[in-house]
């Protein structure tokens, strides 16, 4: 009995791992495409001119990773998610932690990780964690 539900786990555990990766190496857009931007225009030297609403009438300009500052990179991923570069978009040690807080009467806090903050505030237009989670794993680089 004991051995035919390690097997179950250990083929659970396979399939999960299959399907995890099947999704990360599935081709899928650049981020830059998920969030209307915002049309710049610059002069000859660089300076910006002029800068756009996007659609959604917001000012967003797409600004890739190496054009930020190494410490903004620091210092985000150390306020929002300390564990980025370890998890693969979902860290189930935060949603542990974060649930076990909130329904045991403590304090409530967040359990997401950059990658699920970003699959649900309309990158994947999720409307439940579950494919938020979903959307992290698609999302992590």
């Known amino acids: 009995m004991m051995r035919r539900k ?84 979902i860290n189930p040690a935060a949603l542990l932690r974060a649930a076990t807080a909130t329904y045991s009467g403590g304090v409530r806090q967040g359990g997401s990780t950059i990658t699920m903050q970003l699959a649900r505030s309309g990158g994947q237009a999720a409307t439940d964690r579950a494919r938020s989670a979903v959307g992290a794993v698609l999302f992590q680089e």
Not at 56 to 75: C, N
Not at 81 to 88: K, L, S, V
């Open 6 to 89: 390690l097997l179950w786990i250990a083929a659970s555990a396979a399939i999960l791992a299959v399907v995890l990766v099947a999704v990360r190496l599935c081709p899928h857009r650049p981020l830059s495409s998920y969030a209307p931007g915002s049309t710049a225009v610059f002069d000859t030297k660089g300076r910006l001119l002029r800068l756009t609403l996007a659609q959604d009438q917001q000012y967003r300009l797409w600004t890739p990773i190496t054009q930020v500052s190494p410490e903004m990179v620091q210092a985000l991923l150390l306020h929002e998610d300390q564990h980025f570069y370890d998890h693969p978009g």
